[in-house]
């Protein structure tokens, strides 16, 4: 038999981290071994989730170091802002892989991620360590590595709609606008206004503009793949619903193409991918159809008014956006196959 590897979850009292135990319950090759939560440290992880009764029934540990070393081999940090940067480095120190699924590593740049995220930046040298996993376009790096730096949702959306022409030199890079809506869940467990039932139900609403933390971590891996620096406008927006991200982009072309030729460039791009579905002409993907499922499903439409491309690109933001990620990041890392843990249908109705 097989050993399976230990896996610890440091926020697993978070939506991101209680999705982690979903995926990793059922993930052949892992075994969770630590369950961690810096506030509920000794309870049972039922008590705040009831639907892991009978099925998970570890009480939750505290955030200690030489405890998670003794327990695991790697660990997923699905924590808020800036606690990473002081977890992150300890972990590998003591010889743990990590996977880390706040922004804390994102952006190479200390100053910016200072900027957009009004945190202490993390330690340079362990910056430079950490291998950003946008599984479908960098995952070849990922492969072998001890640190990820899992990317955040909205990116994963925006960026795996735009990857193939930024690659190919196609668009524009001064003309990307991109509009995204995300479902509340996003906003993860805790309490706030935004949130609050009375505020959401019936209401859609834009929220950061022009100022949302996942908008330098979008430019910076569009500009590695246009070989140029990007800069773009995104907006955000938050609507009544529990899971899903709709990203809808628009570009202009360098050059006349027809919306055949640039379908074909996805599909190209993205050959061997299991994860990215790329629809015919005609079709645009919705979030429901991506629901509790890892996969990106991405529509296209060529304008011939305007020259202008739309692209509508749609995942379940827990998954794809985040957990989901993870683990498709730690197959690649381990060396299996990438869909190991995640080879389920999306939830439909």
């Not at 630590?34 to 989730?49: E, F, K, L, R, T």
């Not at 749609?314 to 060396?335: E, P």
């Amino acid at each position: 038999m097989t050993t399976k590897l230990r896996a610890a979850i440091v926020g697993s009292t978070g939506y991101g981290g209680v999705e982690l135990i979903r995926l990793l319950l059922a993930h052949p090759n892992v075994e969770i071994t630590s369950v961690i939560s810096s506030s509920s440290a000794g309870a049972p992880i039922a008590d705040g989730y009831p639907h892991l009764n009978q099925i998970l029934t570890d009480r939750l540990d505290a955030v200690d170091v030489e405890l998670i070393r003794s327990k695991a081999d790697v660990v997923f940090l699905a924590t808020p802002h800036g606690v990473s940067t002081e977890l992150s480095p300890k972990l590998l120190d003591a010889g743990l892989k990590v996977i880390d699924i706040s922004g804390d590593f994102r952006l190479q740049s200390g100053d910016v991620y200072e900027t957009w995220y009004k945190h202490k930046p993390a330690d340079p040298e362990y910056l430079k360590k950490a291998v950003y996993g946008l599984c479908e376009v960098f995952g070849e790096e990922v492969r072998g590595k001890d640190f990820i730096s899992n990317p955040g949702c909205y990116p994963t959306a925006t960026l795996l709609g735009l990857a193939p022409l930024a690659a190919s030199g196609w668009i524009d890079p001064k003309s990307i606008i991109a509009d995204a809506k995300s479902g509340v869940s996003g906003a993860g467990r805790g309490l706030s206004l935004l949130v609050h039932y009375s505020e959401i139900n019936e209401n859609f609403l834009a929220y950061k503009v022009n100022k949302h933390q996942h908008t330098p971590e979008i430019e910076q891996a569009l500009s590695r793949l246009a070989g140029e620096e990007v800069v773009m406008t995104f907006t955000t927006h938050l609507v009544p619903m529990t899971r899903g991200i709709l990203s809808t982009i628009y570009v202009n072309l360098t050059s006349p193409r027809s919306e055949d030729d640039i379908r074909e460039l996805y599909r190209q791009y993205y050959e061997g991918r299991k994860f990215v579905r790329i629809r015919d002409k005609g079709k645009y993907p919705a979030t429901k159809e991506v629901w509790g499922s890892n996969y990106c499903d991405i529509g296209l439409s060529l304008d011939s008014r305007t020259g202008r491309l739309t692209i509508v690109s749609v995942i379940d933001n827990v998954v794809k956006g985040a957990a989901g990620q993870a683990v498709q990041n730690l197959n690649l890392m381990m060396g299996w196959d990438e869909a190991t843990g995640l080879a389920f249908t999306p939830v439909y109705p």
